[in-house]
């Protein structure tokens, strides 16, 4: 009988010792970054104007049927975009944005300060924006996919061979003057005092060129691309040149737990963070707001890529899946040596949000501005006699949430924020 009671009491203990485990590392888990959890950060509206309309056109493209661009429909002075949503982070250049593979850590204090760790040895795979979500969905409407970053096309035109992003752009948020008081309570994060808005402290931006050549015609039901073509050494159409990589909100900085209570629901935002010399601050990490830390892929693996992984040829979305990039090791770099990273200025005042501050060329397109060439196209689509010839740019923009970025770890729960660039 005492043989059995102790068999019993052995078989609880392992029981109560199984089920903690169990709770230790579902707590682990739960405090992680590169959202482990599903949240939901908004772009409601991504302007982009025009400051000189006499000298800068924009376009959205014309997509076919089969989702093809054939090029720029008519310039205006102004474009926007709207309702993008973001449920995970990922990292990159602009360029080339992957998610990392993951080391799993027992220390949970610095699972709840650091988040999740990356395996730079192990394997990624390339990240998805909303366009490829799309692509894949229009195939198979039943395929989880997952938006990692934003990604929109435009046109723009200019008799200037150079292009700027102008220094009054910057990256708001519905509430600017509210982010760390006075905010509304549905706003407020669930990881401390501080508005889920705060999460623009993690949001990178990214431009992509292209030289083009184009033509229209014009009729009363609107313009009409044709001959397009891309203007680089070899004719290839993804080939496009990162001509600019903006960190838009140095000025916020998310401290994990200052008070170190274990808690990570206790972390607190500053605000009207300047990268000043001499500038002193209590609090961690101060100037490595204004420097962009990300991992860049190693190896690239052509030969045993991830197939039928969801992601369709957007070019052709009836065709069979394209493979997804992968590839093993990862490297730590700091984009602050690319001559193409900038930074939001830091003469911000109290509840306002920084700008850019410098006008910034972003129509680069490297060895193949030789190849540029001018399209000519009319002024307006009624007026038959300002035929103008103009050289031509596409462009692509990425968004993302950067994972190495602290503000990206608990921030997100529900954020919004609005992109206003304007060119000249």
Not at 140 to 151: F, G, H, L, N, S
Not at 320 to 329: N, V, W
């Amino acid at each position: 009988m005492a043989t059995e009671t102790g068999r019993n009491r052995r078989f609880i203990l392992t029981k109560n010792l199984i089920m903690m485990l169990v709770v230790l590392v579902v707590g682990l888990l739960a405090v992680w970054s590169w959202f482990t959890m599903n949240r939901t950060v908004t772009a409601d509206n991504i302007s982009i104007k025009a400051a000189y309309p006499n000298e800068i056109g924009l376009a959205k493209p014309v997509y076919n049927a089969n989702g093809t661009d054939t090029g720029p429909g008519e310039f205006v002075d102004s474009i926007s975009f709207s309702g993008a949503k973001l449920t995970k982070d990922c990292t990159g250049d602009g360029k080339t944005l992957i998610v990392p593979d993951f080391s799993v850590t027992k220390d949970r204090n610095a699972a709840i300060k650091k988040g999740r760790e990356v395996n730079t040895a192990g394997v990624w795979e390339e990240a998805f924006s909303q366009r490829d979500q799309q692509s894949i969905l229009n195939v198979d409407p039943e395929a989880k996919v997952e938006t990692r970053y934003i990604e929109y096309e435009f046109y723009a035109r200019s008799q200037n061979k150079d292009i700027n992003l102008n220094a009054v752009s910057s990256l708001t948020t519905p509430g600017e003057a509210t982010l760390t008081s006075g905010y509304s309570t549905n706003k407020e994060s669930a990881y401390g005092a501080f508005s889920s808005d705060c999460i623009v402290g993690a949001v990178r931006v990214a431009l992509l060129a292209q030289g083009a050549s184009v033509s229209q015609s014009y009729t009363a039901s609107g313009v009409t691309p044709y001959n397009l073509s891309f203007v680089n050494s070899n004719g290839d159409i993804n080939e496009r040149h990162l001509s600019c990589l903006w960190l838009p909100r140095p000025d916020l900085l998310l401290e994990a737990d200052p008070n170190n209570s274990g808690s990570a629901k206790n972390w607190a935002v500053y605000r009207n963070i300047k990268n000043l010399a001499g500038y002193t601050t209590s609090h961690s990490g101060t100037f490595k707001t204004y420097e962009h830390t990300f991992y860049s892929p190693v190896n690239t693996d052509t030969e045993n890529p991830i197939v039928n992984s969801g992601k369709w040829n957007s070019d052709s979305p009836s065709s069979y899946p394209i493979s997804k990039q992968t590839g093993s090791i990862v490297e730590e770099k700091t984009a602050g040596e690319d001559e193409h990273f900038v930074v939001s200025a830091n003469t911000f005042t109290n509840n306002t949000c920084p700008t850019l501050g410098q006008n910034v060329k972003v129509s680069d397109v490297g060895d193949d501005e030789q190849y540029l060439v001018k399209s000519t196209l009319r002024k307006t689509p009624t007026d038959s006699n300002t035929e103008v010839e103009y050289y031509v740019f596409k462009y692509t923009l990425r968004i993302w949430l950067e994972g190495t970025d602290p503000e990206s770890r608990r921030a997100m729960d529900g954020g919004e924020f609005d992109l206003d660039l304007q060119f000249s």
